[in-house]
């Protein structure tokens, strides 16, 4: 199956002491390129997160959104530095002993002193946070593979049908272009005996021109690489997976050999058919860019 760039993901897990909440999204880019936001107390993970992501996803650009809840009653507790409130006391007495300044310290005053009381951080246990936290990037990634998958089904429908278009194209081609050259062998024929008269027509020259004429506007070749590369998108897209570059390089290519038809063109339905066979070649590559 191919895939869509495009796609959102959302999970939620949560355990007795926390909450995860995952979220991603993601738009058109020509390489891997994520961008993780999670909680400065859990950056340790972000590499773990981004390797998961890696298993399942081959390019895009990727927002992800990991939001942590502690629903623990001791997430945080002060500590009290006795040895260091001491140092302060002693030298507040010294300060007021050497400027004979009042002595008017308070238990609130020396408490908001720097790290007389400090705000620590319970510890974590890594190996429960990454279990609940993996699992939710799984149930994130998940729900965005899905809709990479769903969204990549309509792709490949529209895609199909543009490409049955340029197969319509192509016959038309090939079945006009035969006609041209007995076409223009009489025309040059009859130019010819305008101006010759009853002089005998020297028949050699004539098909000289005439092969000349014929090898100038000759598209069987590219007519051939045109259904080669149909085809090639074609199985590409029943084979699935991560295609999108490979497709782009061969609609570039069948870019290519439509403008070669174009500049050989000597007759305006052919001229008007590569016209209509450029537009739908454009039609695929910006579709084609749309997918993994």
């Known amino acids: 199956m191919v895939k869509s760039m495009t796609g959102f993901g959302r999970y939620e897990s949560s355990d007795e002491n926390r909450k995860f909440t995952v979220e991603m999204k993601s738009v058109n880019h020509r390489y891997f390129d994520v961008n993780i936001r999670i909680p400065k107390k859990l950056a340790c993970f972000e590499a773990a997160v981004r390797n998961l992501l890696k298993a399942h996803i081959e390019r895009g650009k990727i927002d992800v959104f990991i939001n942590y809840e502690d629903l623990s009653q001791s997430g945080a507790y002060l500590t009290y530095n006795e040895t260091l409130a001491k140092e302060y006391l002693s030298y507040f007495a010294k300060m007021k002993e050497q400027f004979g300044l009042e002595d008017d310290m308070t238990v609130s005053r020396l408490a908001r002193c720097p790290e ?12 429960e946070i990454w279990k609940l936290l993996a699992h939710t990037v799984e149930g994130a990634v998940k729900q965005f593979v899905d809709s990479r998958i769903a969204e990549g089904a309509r792709l490949k429908e529209d895609l199909v049908e543009k490409l049955q278009h340029i197969s319509d194209c192509v016959d038309r081609i090939e079945a006009h272009s035969p006609g041209l050259v007995e076409e223009y062998r009489k025309k040059l024929e009859a130019k010819v005996r305008e101006m010759l008269g009853d002089t005998t027509i020297d028949e050699g020259r004539i098909a000289t021109e005439v092969t000349i004429f014929a090898d100038k506007i000759c598209v069987d070749e590219e007519t051939v690489r045109l259904k080669s590369h149909v085809k090639s998108t074609m199985d590409a897209l029943e ?32 001229t008007n058919t590569a016209i209509t066979l450029k537009t739908e070649i454009e039609k695929v590559r910006e579709q084609i860019q749309n997918l993994e």
């Open 116 to 127: 007389v009381l400090v705000m620590q951080e319970q510890p974590v246990d890594e190996e």
């Open 239 to 270: 084979k699935g997976g991560a295609v999108g570059k490979k497709l782009d390089f061969i609609a570039q290519e069948m870019n290519r050999e439509a403008n070669t038809i174009m500049s050989k063109a000597n007759d305006l339905e052919i």
